[in-house]
């Protein structure tokens, strides 16, 4: 793969290079040059999963990995199915949570650890990545027993529920947890002032595995195509894919997809009320307000860094903005769609909930709906609980997790400490 810095195209890159920095100088955004189109379509809907994703992303990465090597990444990093439920007699839920933390973020988190590995040439790796709950216990996860690689995630101590920590602070290992006297900001702060370091970036190797990563992204094409796969032959070219978007990546994904020749009619957008995005779609003026706390909260984001991906795409592709279908859910809606969807059989939590309202409201004759459900109801449990009225069981993973010994140690929100962290692995 050659990519480009999208803020500064003299800055241009191979995949590995992209993967290891993450982010590009000017904290500008890799993106690939090209999109290749995949030749046989048709052929790769009827594949197994596995050779399905390692043929999406032999194309997308090209040689810097083999294809063998490949395989062997793939048949590592997903070892989950991913389901396409029928909700209505047209629309269906695209579950992406039954990974080891039952969120999204594992396909992404588990195909990077799995690309690193492989790229890694005996030198200092350490993830060093900031977590208000979710995002760290998918990374921390997801490099567990990394050979050559260490991972800390820092997290606010006392701020994030007792079974996000149990989930990831449990691990132990090459897995360091560290509480932080302070909060998310602070814990975030720590990470960039690491980062801003040259020095002891070089000496850790540090690479902060954050949803921006290009490997991330390359991974999430891939389910676009098992929803494709498992839709009926004829409701394929139908298919409206309605997405939850916070930082706009699994759009940007989707949106990859169809580049590569994903049968699909179109894509929408579905956002809370931080809805910058569908107000730029029909305005065409980029007005980011105040983020405001929502039930879908991670999707409280105002102002996606994924956004120029999704912008620099339309633009080689030559699609109009205008094509992007959007829509804005309240969260009484939210509410109301949980309760929806629990009438037709269907458990959600707020994230996949937005899809589904917007996607039933803008649905229109002869097409076929797929909303994407980004985590599992147990980890909205406080809210699923609340809105249906009553307690749901916690999914085996983390019902056996939450019985595990928290191995974190606790440091001042001081860089000093974070140093010394990194310095006693
Ligand atoms: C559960 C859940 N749904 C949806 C999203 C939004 O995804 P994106 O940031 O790719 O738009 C996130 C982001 O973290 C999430 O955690």
């Known amino acids: 793969m050659r990519a480009s810095n999208l803020s500064d195209p003299s800055e241009q890159v191979s995949f590995a290079t992209a993967i290891r920095k993450g982010l590009g100088r000017d904290r500008g955004l890799y993106f690939p040059d090209a999109i290749p189109k995949l030749q046989d379509v048709r052929g790769l809907l009827v594949a ?13 990465v090209g040689d810097e990995i083999p294809t063998d090597a490949l395989r062997g990444i793939v048949t590592r ?7 396409l439920v029928p909700v209505t ?11 080891p933390t039952l969120a999204f973020k594992d396909y992404g988190a588990r195909f990077m650890a799995e690309a690193l590995a492989h790229l890694h040439g005996g030198e200092r790796v350490t993830i060093l990545t900031a977590t ?10 997801a490099f567990a027993g990394a050979p050559g690689i260490d991972c800390v995630v820092l997290y606010p101590q006392g701020r994030i529920s007792r079974l996000q920590e149990q989930l990831f602070c449990t691990i132990g290992g090459n897995v360091h947890t560290v509480a932080v006297d302070g909060t998310f900001d602070d814990c975030q702060a720590l990470v960039k002032q690491a980062f801003d370091d040259p020095a002891l970036r070089a000496r850790h190797g540090l690479n902060s595995a954050n949803s921006i990563n290009l490997a991330r992204l390359v991974a999430q094409v891939t389910y676009f195509f098992e929803a494709a796969a498992r839709l009926p032959f004829d409701a394929r070219e139908r298919a409206v894919y309605c997405v939850p978007s916070g930082n706009f990546g699994d ?3 989707g949106l990859m997809a169809r580049a590569m020749g994903l049968p699909a009619r179109r894509f929408i957008t579905a956002t809370n009320a931080n809805d910058t995005v569908p107000r ?10 105040d983020t405001v706390q929502t039930l879908s909260n991670a999707m409280d984001v105002s102002v996606p860094s994924n956004w120029p991906r999704v912008q620099a795409l339309m633009r080689t592709q030559g699609w109009a903005l205008d094509d992007l279908g959007r829509g804005v859910v309240s ?4 509410e109301d769609a949980i309760r929806r969807l629990h009438g037709l059989g269907y458990l959600s939590e707020p994230h996949g909930a937005v899809a589904f309202a917007v996607l039933e409201r803008e649905l229109t004759d002869g097409e076929v709906g797929v909303f994407l459900c980004t985590a599992h109801p147990a980890k909205f449990k406080e809210t699923v609980d609340r809105v249906l009225g ?3 069981p916690l999914p085996p993973a983390l019902a056996a997790r939450a019985e595990l010994p928290l191995l974190s140690q606790r440091i001042a929100p001081r860089l000093a400490e974070v140093l010394a962290v990194l310095e006693a692995l």
């Open 48 to 60: 197994d999963p596995h050779t399905r994703a390692v043929a999406v992303l032999d194309a997308l």
């Open 331 to 334: 969260d009484a809606a939210t």
């Open 132 to 141: 208000s709950g979710d995002t760290g216990a998918a990374v921390a996860h």
């Open 77 to 83: 990093a997903f070892t989950w199915d991913t389901p």
């Open 251 to 253: 759009l940007t994904a």
């Open 280 to 289: 730029y779609l029909a305005t065409g003026t980029w007005e980011p307000r």
């Open 390 to 392: 009553m307690e749901l």
């Open 89 to 99: 007699d047209r629309i269906c839920a695209l579950e992406l949570y039954w990974g």
